[in-house]
């Protein structure tokens, strides 16, 4: 999964359109792109959203919790020792 659909420059090139009507070759290879692709990021942004949902139902919206640093310190350590242990033998 990607972060984005934009890069920054695409972001810029679009909102001066959609501001003051500044279109380039760039802008127009925009255009094209968002005529291809629409259908599909529509449909995976729906998906998104009912997954987004349903963890936010299921409480798990915020994520798992963490380990105490103090102890995943400590879980760290020992499993350096096993490691180093198994490099010896």
């Known amino acids: 999964m990607r972060g984005y659909l934009f890069t920054d ?3 810029e090139r679009l909102r001066a359109w959609l501001e003051s009507g500044v279109e380039d070759d ?3 290879m ?15 942004v729906g998906l998104l959203v009912a997954v987004a ?6 409480g798990r919206w915020m ?3 963490r380990l ?9 350590r020992l499993e350096e020792g096993v490691r180093l242990r198994g490099r010896s033998r």
């Open 9 to 11: 420059r695409d972001r």
């Open 26 to 28: 760039g802008t127009r």
């Open 30 to 44: 925009l255009f094209v792109s968002v005529r291809r692709n629409l259908n599909r990021i529509t449909g995976d």
């Open 53 to 58: 949902r349903r963890l936010q139902r299921e």
């Open 63 to 65: 994520g798992r919790a």
């Open 68 to 76: 105490p640093r103090d102890l995943a310190r400590a879980v760290r």
